[in-house]
């Protein structure tokens, strides 16, 4: 009797490890698998040379090795990279390789998506016009990774992952945790927690969640405005999660020694980058171990606001640090290939929202 295929790329180690057992392998194998796969980007059973070949046979039998196929690769002038990415369904994502070379060490970031579209709809950002498509699977999430580190030359060096590209992370829970477990096992990428950041518009019932993992990311919440009737006009989510109820699961947040939860604010010219706007955000922190990060808008086509001049970023940050709060400007990198912050934007959305992106991409 025939049965389907298992795509080993969509299993965590144990998992491996079980299924391995059920067809009569050795579960020792799972290990030199991961290497295989994660280590080395290998995803042709024929090419693991320490495997025996009629266990390569079996294998080849039973199992496939998933990875997202690269159709596009486009590089800013800025040394960021963006990859766009075919899934098997056809369904297509990106991710976005971010090199930071200051004189210190180099420092290598990855910025994956966890869906494909996003039903969060914010209103300054592009992905959020696509609406939802779907979710994608840990497999495809941890794949990006997998992708990006071959891609760069990366297999072998410390990187950092920014869940940053499309999606809310939260809201895609299961395959999002799954994924990072697969990173993080010490027979694949042995991606250290420390070096991953979970960026949400503040699902809370994920945040209490994600408050009880064992494996737990950085946190970075998407504030973008200081009162619950701008926040709900800028991220529809907060009408059922709002500022209060997400400050008050960052207070009792379990925080490792001195480390912080970042708050970004996307900083839309006229609209959320007053003083007093400043000046309410550090009330709201004052009592939350926080930094904040700003991102002045990159503007797009169809996005109705505008990105502030210098001199009102400068201003806004300063009240900040004036107060005590640690406050950084984020770069936008990648902007000559719509790959920053909010850019990432691709075919094959619903079909309104198809009509909507052929709106936008025309004007
Ligand atoms: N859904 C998650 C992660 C995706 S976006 C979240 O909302 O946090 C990563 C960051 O980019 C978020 O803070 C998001 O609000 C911000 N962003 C979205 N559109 C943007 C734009 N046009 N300009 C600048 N930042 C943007």
């Not at 290497?35 to 199992?63: A, C, P, Q």
């Not at 071959?150 to 992952?161: E, K, Q, R, V, W």
Request: charged share 25%.
């Amino acid at each position: 009797m025939t049965h389907p295929q298992v795509d080993l790329a969509e299993l965590e180690l144990s998992e491996l490890e079980a299924a391995l057992e059920a067809r009569a392998v050795e579960r020792f194998h799972a290990r030199q698998l991961y290497r295989w796969i994660y280590r080395h980007g290998v995803t042709d059973i024929d090419r693991m040379s320490d495997l025996g070949r009629t266990l390569r046979e079996t294998l080849k039998s039973e199992f496939v090795i998933g990875m997202p196929c690269t159709v596009g690769d486009e590089r800013s002038i800025d040394g960021t990279r963006k990859l766009l990415l075919e899934l098997a369904d056809g369904k297509r994502i990106e991710a976005v390789f971010i090199p930071d070379t200051p004189a210190t060490a180099p420092r290598y970031t990855f910025c994956i998506s966890t869906q494909v579209g996003c039903a969060m709809s914010c209103g300054f950002c592009l992905t959020g016009k696509m609406g939802l498509v779907r979710n994608l699977t840990a497999g495809e999430i941890a794949g990006q990774v997998r992708v990006l580190a071959a891609a760069t030359g990366l297999l072998d060096y410390p990187f950092n992952i920014v869940l940053m590209g499309m999606g809310e992370p939260l809201h895609n829970y299961d395959q999002t945790m799954k994924a990072l477990r697969m990173l993080h096992s010490e027979h694949g990428l042995a991606v250290s927690p420390r070096r991953v950041t979970l960026s949400t518009v503040g699902i809370v019932p994920g945040l209490e969640r994600l408050a009880r993992e064992p494996l737990m990311p950085n946190l970075a919440i998407s504030l973008h405005a200081t009162t619950d009737e701008q926040r709900t006009a800028l991220v529809p989510p907060n009408r059922k999660y709002p500022l209060a109820a997400i400050l008050e699961v960052c207070r009792r947040f379990p925080l490792k020694k001195r480390s912080r939860i970042t708050f970004e604010y996307v900083l839309l010219d006229g609209v959320n980058d007053t003083p007093e706007d400043a000046r309410r955000l550090v009330k709201l922190l004052a009592d939350v171990k926080a930094k904040v990060n700003l991102i002045p808008l990159n503007p797009a086509p169809g996005i109705p606001f505008e990105r502030p001049s210098d001199e009102r970023v400068d201003r806004f940050a300063q009240i900040l640090a004036d107060r005590h709060i640690t406050v950084s400007v984020r770069k936008s990198r990648g902007r000559d290939i719509r790959a920053a912050c909010g850019q990432l934007i691709v075919e094959g959305g619903t079909k309104k929202s198809a009509a909507q992106q052929m709106a936008l991409l025309m004007r």
